[in-house]
């Protein structure tokens, strides 16, 4: 699963996205092996000059996230619409 | 048994799907239906079965292209598979095995006959895969590549103990390890190779090899900064384009027993639990340097705890705060200051024989490892 993920957030920077948006409003757990295809693909991002930003944490996860400093990496929005209406700001 | 029993049905009759499946779930199993196999594949890409039952004769694309089709998705291909059919044909029967079907069965075969097949066939696999573990197992400990340190460091004032329990009981990528510098200073390492399973196993080998090579080279340069070290295997991991997709959370302890201080610093990992003995108080104390290899700069800082009498602290990887309740899977950090709150003035080994690690053991979600730095009496023993 995870692995997929990373080669889908691949393919996005690959197609030329600049800005990629991932939705988590529909996810109440995540695992190691997820966070590990999220940074990586954010590795991938950096140099092909995309961000990536996350959007829709629930209270666990934003917690985690927090935990480990993953908010120093990534951008955290509360939904995907407030991703999308403030990119580059 | 396999604990999870899962079957794939594919018949283009429903009749006979509904009879089946009520069979099935009758005998324990769970049933996912597909009346046609571009159904079936669909319903692949949601959820994996333990086995696939097909039937051979159905319109469009009948068994064999299905089983076809399978077997030209790498992901698809090992789900073991069964051709369910009226067909008698023995030239049909002998493509099917060519197809690396499992078996052949028939429909009017008696239902309890294939139950007994299908479980006969799910015990062997099971049985084949931990043969396999048991193998790689038996190879990794010849090769001496253990994850976890086989003894526990001797030193002076304090108690240094760990628990560790891997995904599954494949070796994890978790990694801990003891390095003792001389009778004052010891380092603790625990690390958190992200991702389950033999990747991450045979990673963490490969990064534990970067830690102990850092902490090594900046002891013999007289650096016994933890900062400076994580910065130093920060910047090995970062510019390595072998390891650079691999991430890893590392949390490094120093303790220096002649001044009774553990210097911390922390790379992605979890922020380390500190007990006051005097203050009856725990907190938690956050370092705050991002994973390894994240960033050419991991913004590492270095956190000073002195530690009297009766202190203690825990190191711990995710696994220790993920668990399964009735709502799910949740990470939650409190749960584990909830569950060692009363043993903070009792023996670790209480801890580790309760029920906390007893269910985390059972549970299975992730490694989980948990290191205890203990401050005893100041005492004049040497060891």
């Known amino acids: 699963m995870s692995d997929d993920f990373k080669k889908e957030m691949t393919a996005l920077i690959d197609k030329g996205n600049k800005y990629v948006v991932v939705d988590f409003e529909q996810v109440i757990y995540v695992d190691s092996s997820f966070l590990g295809a999220l940074v990586s693909s954010l590795k991938y991002a950096i140099p092909n000059q995309a961000e990536i930003v996350v959007a829709g944490l629930n209270k666990d996860i934003l917690n985690l996230f927090s935990l480990i400093r993953l908010d120093k990496a990534f951008k955290i929005f509360a939904t995907p619409q407030d991703a999308v209406d403030n990119r580059g700001k | ?129 931990e043969r396999s573990i048991k193998e790689l197992s038996v190879a990794a400990s010849a090769l001496n590549l253990n994850s976890v340190p086989q003894t526990l460091p001797a030193i002076k004032g304090f108690e240094v103990d760990f628990w560790h329990k891997s995904f599954q009981n494949y070796p994890g990528g978790d990694f801990i390890d003891f390095i003792k510098i001389n009778a004052r200073y010891t380092f603790i390492v625990l690390g958190d190779v992200m991702g389950k399973k033999w990747g991450a196993w045979f990673f963490s080998f490969g990064f534990l090899s970067y830690i102990r090579a850092a902490v090594r080279i900046c002891i013999t340069e007289g650096n016994f900064s933890t900062k400076n070290i994580l910065q130093k295997i920060n910047a090995v991991v970062y510019h390595d384009p072998v390891v650079s997709d691999v991430l890893s959370s590392v949390s490094l302890v120093l303790i220096d027993t002649e001044e009774g201080i553990v210097n911390y610093s922390g790379a992605g990992d979890l922020p380390v639990l500190y007990y006051n003995s005097d203050a009856g108080t725990a907190s938690q104390v956050r370092s705050a340097g991002m994973l390894l290899g994240l960033m050419p700069d991991g913004d590492f800082d270095e956190i000073s705890l002195k530690l009297n009498t009766g202190d203690s602290l825990y190191i711990l990887t995710d696994g220790i705060i993920d668990h399964e309740g009735a709502d799910g899977k949740k990470t939650d950090y409190n749960t584990f200051t909830e569950a060692i709150t009363p043993f903070f003035e009792k023996p670790f080994t209480d801890f580790k024989k309760g029920a906390f690690l007893k269910e985390k053991a059972i549970a299975q979600i992730d490694d989980c490892s948990l290191i205890y730095i203990y401050k005893k009496a100041d005492d004049n023993s040497t060891n």
Do not use: W
């Open chain 2, 1 to 129: 048994m396999p604990v999870s029993k899962k079957i794939l049905l594919v018949d283009d009759n429903p009749i006979v799907l509904q009879m089946m499946s009520r069979a099935l779930v009758k005998e324990g199993f769970e049933c996912m239906k597909a009346t046609s196999a571009n159904q079936a594949i669909e319903m692949l890409k949601e959820e994996m079965p333990d086995i696939i039952l097909s039937d051979y004769h159905m319109p469009d694309v009948d068994g064999f292209a299905f089983r076809q089709m399978l077997i030209d998705v790498p992901g698809y291909k090992n789900i073991p598979f069964m051709f369910l059919t009226s067909e008698v044909d023995s030239d049909v029967m002998l493509a099917g095995v060519n197809l690396e079907a499992v078996d052949y069965i028939l429909k009017d075969t008696p239902v309890q006959v294939i139950v007994s097949k299908i479980n006969n066939f799910l015990t062997t696999v099971r049985e084949t895969h």
